[in-house]
């Protein structure tokens, strides 16, 4: 009976690996900084293994014929032909799909209030609602060959049943990299299903490029010690020590008070410690909010904060929808905000992309 | 029977636990804070020393807001259960808390300037109290049951929690945020320039309940002997639900929706003095209401090292098997 179970667990999980799937050669892993994401290319193939952060055990794995090659066909593949027709639930991969001018190949979302891409938003794409939530009808009469999903629970609504049918449900996990550029690195996945690989390559040599370049050139300016997060309920939620926004303000040259603190997700700690250790902070990032007005009401003992004093509060929440929808793919944009907020008084407001003042 | 000596040291052991409680509160947290610290920011404020700013601007509030909540909403709660002749009765049940979020709800969630300012908040959460107090009244003349009254509250809570849902869903993100925070109740939102203003409310409240204590004593006699004694059962009724939506709607402006504090509370002083003298049943509310959340305040301090707890759970944690029990006892 374990075995029976064990075998359909696998079944689940494999996303139909091929037959002679033991025939590709091991190739290089062509994803440099991402955890959860593997890429290995040969001449013909091409082989995607998606990794479960929660269980690593549990890998889904894509064999693609190598769209650049033309002798391509002595093989069965998880996907004959490119994905022309796509499904994505999280604002992120529509970000990723954005960089590579794909738009047009996206068919359904979850939620069009959550869109920031003009373009989309005007092709107005079937809603399909939260992922947990998904109608199956609804996907099938998006048209979709293919639902990119975030993986928040363990298995997709009604997988099996849209993969009998030819429609092939793909966790995207890039929201659990802890490196900025590990989760930029998702941009691959989009570009080798699309068959724009060589595209998605340049795009994210580019990325990383750009980010390598405002990290050295910040690298030995004088350090701001920062504050990030804010109270929600009796508690103020902080990036840990080891998290992705931790190693952006590393990155950035900026001193984050808890990048001490152990854990790669949030602390919560009580407003009577934040208040005791942030004395000398002089930059708060990411209070959630557009304004100090929304602050103070949300949290009014925010007040006593010497950042909200100084004024020097930086927060994306303006135009969140454009934050969530690129700040995955464009860590380098981040970078350089944090880069220009470092310049103090001498800031250009007018070179910020996603961030702003509170005001 | 317990006499009144007995009462009266009950009481007073009680005042004495809220003191103490209270000086422990202001004293112990995150920051270690001395005796010193304490006399400074209590009579000789610096806004330099953090220790002081601590203990003044964080733990004071908290600690005030504990001792008023707590008194307010188990108040609240003994004049429903005397209204409804239902110890199953209180703000939070019967869904007057409900009808508080509901207001508050459609103020934030609108995004309309006056609604979403904070006297609108207050203002929403009074209004909506009363309202729905009033609703109660007029639906509880239909129910005979007491079990049915409270089945009544429970479907109106959900009834209200739907109609948020979908309100939530249409809503702005900042607004949905917004209310996300305030819907999870907290004692740590009040700020000291808020205590007075919350205090004055409370205490003239009070003042208003000790003046209906008469007619409370006769209420329990029934509705024939309120009347022969030359009262208006109508305009006491009234009187009791604005009272109610005085209390709950002040806290609950505030501190957000705080669960079960009005239910389990009155049910205890009503067990320990075995009274129906409402004089003695306001003071005990006021007392062990106040010593009750202020202890979960407490607890939640003391554990907040090794686990997070909402105020919320706790209360809810404590209240609920209380319901329980006494639905347990009302079925035998």
Redesign the interface.
């Known amino acids: 009976m374990k075995f029976l179970f064990f075998g359909i667990v696998l079944l689940l999980f494999s996303c139909g690996t091929n037959s002679d799937g033991s025939q590709i050669p091991d190739a290089e892993n062509l994803c440099k900084y991402s955890k959860w994401l593997r890429i290995s290319e040969t001449k013909d193939l091409v082989r995607i293994e998606i990794i479960n952060p929660d269980d690593p055990s549990k890998i889904v794995k894509l064999q693609l014929p190598n769209f650049k090659s033309k002798k391509n066909k002595s093989h069965t593949y998880d996907l004959e032909n490119p994905i022309q027709r796509i499904a994505v639930l999280s604002s992120t991969h529509i970000g990723m799909l954005g960089e590579l001018n794909l738009i047009d190949r996206i068919v359904a979302i979850a939620d069009l209030k959550y869109v920031h891409n003009k373009k989309l938003k005007n092709k107005i794409p079937k809603e399909l609602g939260e992922e947990q939530l998904i109608s199956a009808e609804k996907i099938i009469s998006s048209g979709a060959e293919m639902v990119i999903y975030s993986g928040f629970s363990n298995e997709f609504p009604k997988q099996e049943l849209l993969h009998k049918i030819g429609i092939e449900t793909i966790p995207n996990y890039d929201w659990r990299e802890v490196h900025p550029l590990g989760r930029a690195e998702w941009i691959l996945l989009f570009g080798y299903l699309t068959g724009h690989a060589d595209g998605a390559r340049k795009k994210f040599e580019e990325i990383c490029s750009n980010y390598e370049n405002i990290k050295n050139r910040i690298r030995g300016e004088k350090s701001i010690l920062t504050l990030s997060g804010n ?5 103020w939620y902080a990036p840990g020590g080891d998290s992705y926004h931790a190693q952006l303000f590393d990155d950035a040259g900026l001193s984050y008070v808890f990048s001490n603190e152990k854990g790669t997700g949030s602390l ?6 934040i ?2 250790i942030t ?1 000398n902070v002089n930059l708060w990032l990411n209070p ?3 304004s100090k007005t ?1 602050i103070l ?5 925010s007040r ?1 904060l010497k950042p909200l004093k100084l004024s020097s509060v930086f927060c994306y ?1 303006h135009n ?1 929808n454009k934050y969530w929808e690129l700040s995955a793919c464009r860590p380098d944009l981040i970078l350089s905000d944090y880069a220009e907020i470092k310049k103090g008084s001498q800031m250009e407001p007018d070179n910020l992309f996603f961030y702003q003042r509170v005001q | 029977m317990i006499g009144i000596k007995s009462h009266a040291i009950l009481l007073i052991s009680v005042l004495a636990g809220i003191v103490a409680l209270s000086f422990y509160g202001l004293l112990s ?3 270690p804070t001395e005796f010193n610290d304490l006399h400074h920011a209590l009579f000789d404020y610096s806004e330099q020393n ?1 220790n002081q ?2 203990i003044r ?3 004071l509030p908290r600690i005030m807001m504990a001792i008023i909540s707590g008194a307010a909403l188990s108040v609240a709660g003994m004049l429903m259960q005397t209204l409804f002749q239902n110890p199953l009765a209180g703000p939070y049940v019967l869904g007057i808390n409900s009808g508080s979020s509901l207001m508050v709800a459609l103020g934030v969630l609108s995004g309309v300037g006056f609604f979403n300012s ?1 006297l609108g908040l207050i203002g929403s959460a009074l209004l909506g109290a009363f309202v729905f107090g009033l609703f109660i009244l007029f639906t509880a003349s239909f129910l005979r049951n007491q079990i049915g009254l409270l089945l009544f509250g429970v479907m109106l809570g959900s009834f209200v929690s739907a109609i948020i849902t979908i309100l939530e869903a249409g809503s702005q ?2 607004a949905l ?2 209310f996300a ?1 305030w819907s ?1 109740g ?6 000291i320039d ?1 205590i007075p203003i919350i205090f004055a409310v409370f205490v003239s409240t009070c003042f208003l309940t000790f003046f209906i204590v008469k007619p409370l004593n006769i209420l329990i006699l029934g509705e024939e002997e309120c009347r022969l004694m030359g009262y208006d059962i109508k305009k006491i009724r009234i009187l009791i639900v604005f009272i109610t939506a005085l209390f709950t709607g002040l806290i609950t402006a505030f501190c957000g929706p705080i669960a079960f504090v009005g239910l389990a509370v009155p049910n205890l002083t009503r067990m320990l003095f075995k009274t129906q003298n409402h004089m003695l049943l306001l003071i005990a509310n006021l007392l062990f209401g106040s010593f009750f959340l202020l202890t979960c305040d407490i607890t ?2 003391l554990f ?1 090292d090794v686990l ?1 707890i ?2 919320n759970a706790l209360t809810s944690l404590i209240g609920a098997p209380f319901v329980i029990y006494i639905l347990i006892r009302k079925l035998r």
């Not at chain 1, 919560?268 to 410690?273: D, G, P, V």
């Not at chain 2, 907290?186 to 700020?191: A, C, E, H, Q």
């Open positions: 109270m929600t309920g009796d508690y919560a700690l009580s407003f009577e410690k208040l005791g004395d959630g909010f557009q929304q009401r949300s949290h009014p003992k006593l929440s969140t | 947290g995150d920051i953090i700013v601590i601007e964080i733990r904070e993100a900042e945020k917004s925070l999870m907290s004692l740590n939102n009040v700020t808020q939640i301090q907040s997070l909402p105020i």
